[in-house]
């Protein structure tokens, strides 16, 4: 199993990023996806959701109506568009997924600026 996140960077407070993860090496299509964040001092915690073909997704409260979540199974990639970025939304973003074992990727790092 590999997962790789990339789309990371800087932004100003308000602006917008997309995430993508580019997954491999299990069905992609039979498997729920998530992406995960951890601020610098702090745990890793749950951002977003999704259900193996979309029908279903899930949001942290923080992100509700900034993030959303969605898949594109012919290319193995789950994305994240963030927007109305803020500085609390600063951290290392990582996608998940369980297969038997949890796998994680090695993160993306978003920074945003006040």
């Known amino acids: 199993v590999r997962l790789v996140e990339f789309g990371g960077g800087l932004v100003q407070s308000g602006g917008s990023l997309r995430l993508s993860c580019a997954a491999s090496g299990f069905p992609f299509s039979m498997y729920p996806m998530s992406w995960h964040r951890q601020a610098p001092g702090k745990e890793r915690e749950p951002v977003a959701f999704i259900s193996e073909f979309g029908g279903s997704t899930n949001y942290a409260e923080f992100v509700k109506g900034r993030f959303r979540i969605s898949r594109d199974n012919a290319k193995n990639t789950v994305y994240l568009q963030m927007n109305s970025l803020q500085p609390q939304d600063t951290g290392v973003y990582y996608c998940?997924?369980?297969?038997?074992?949890?796998?994680w990727g090695k993160g993306t790092l978003v920074t945003v600026s006040s």
């Open positions: 998940k997924v369980t297969s038997g074992s949890e796998y």
